[in-house]
């Protein structure tokens, strides 16, 4: 697939390193850098990629999702969009409404929100993404799910995205962990959303909330 990656940080630069392995055909967006990206692949500004792609990835804070996509909606027409943001601290973590009210014409993805980075790059044996789609984004991201080695749980349609979210509180602090210890809190196909067994026994589910890494 010719995918685009928005952002070249720790979220966009692990997937687009990961599915440029896997053999994808990856191009990095950015508002900065240039030359060669995480994994060799390309950057660009922002846009100027986007011209053939079939799947973005947005991977940027959540923060930055309203302008990004009020400046490229048009562009993102037709394309399984993934939406890897979380907005914390916004009554939606996630970016639905955003995202298909400037691209009502693409297809929507909410995955790679619930795992900190250190997942991608080296995932647990027999760790699993949970993941919501429109009907036609599913294949695409169960591929996707699946190259980076996690195993795909499909919850639903795009309306399933929140059900996705509930899972935040147990993803945010795996980030920071090492890849080695990561394995132990990785979703299981018993794991459910809101599942609180994951969580730290000391720690809130707000600071969970709050972990450094998973804010926008
Ligand atoms: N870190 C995790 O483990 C984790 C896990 C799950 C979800 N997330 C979510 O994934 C998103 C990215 O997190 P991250 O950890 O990868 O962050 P990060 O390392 O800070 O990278 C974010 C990237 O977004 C781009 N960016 C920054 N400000 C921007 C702006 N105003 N407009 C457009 N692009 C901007 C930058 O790339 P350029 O400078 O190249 O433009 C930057 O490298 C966040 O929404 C976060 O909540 C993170």
Redesign the pocket.
């Given at each position: 697939m010719k995918i685009v990656v928005?952002?070249?940080?720790?979220?966009?630069?692990?997937l687009g390193q990961r599915w440029r392995a896997a053999g994808h055909e990856v191009a990095?967006?950015?508002?900065?850098?240039s030359g060669t990206?995480p994994g060799g692949a390309p950057?660009l500004p922002?846009g100027e990629e986007l011209t053939g792609a079939e799947v973005v990835l947005?991977?940027?804070?959540?923060?930055?999702?309203a302008?990004?996509v009020a400046a490229h909606g048009a562009a993102l027409a037709g394309k399984v969009v993934i939406d890897?943001?979380?907005?914390?601290g916004e009554p939606a973590v996630n970016s639905h409404t955003a995202i298909t009210a400037a691209a009502p014409q693409c297809h929507y993805v909410r995955a790679?929100?619930?795992?900190?980075?250190?997942?991608?790059a080296d995932p647990p044996p027999d760790a699993v993404m949970f993941f919501a789609a429109d009907p036609g984004a599913r294949p695409a991201a169960e591929e996707l799910i699946t190259a980076v080695g996690l195993e795909p749980l499909f919850a639903g349609d795009a309306d399933a995205s929140t059900t996705i979210d509930a899972f935040l509180p147990c993803?945010?602090r795996?980030?920071?962990t090492t890849a080695g210890t990561a394995g132990s809190h990785c979703a299981s196909r018993d794991s459910r959303p809101g599942d609180r067994t994951h969580l730290r026994e000391d720690q809130p589910a707000e600071h969970n909330l709050t972990a450094a890494?998973?804010?926008?």
């Open positions: 928005i952002g070249t940080g720790h979220i966009g630069g692990t990095y967006g950015s508002r900065t850098a990206g950057v922002v947005l991977a940027v804070p959540g923060g930055a999702v302008d990004v890897a943001v979380n907005r914390i790679f929100n619930t795992l900190g980075w250190e997942n991608f993803g945010s795996w980030s920071g890494n998973a804010e926008g």
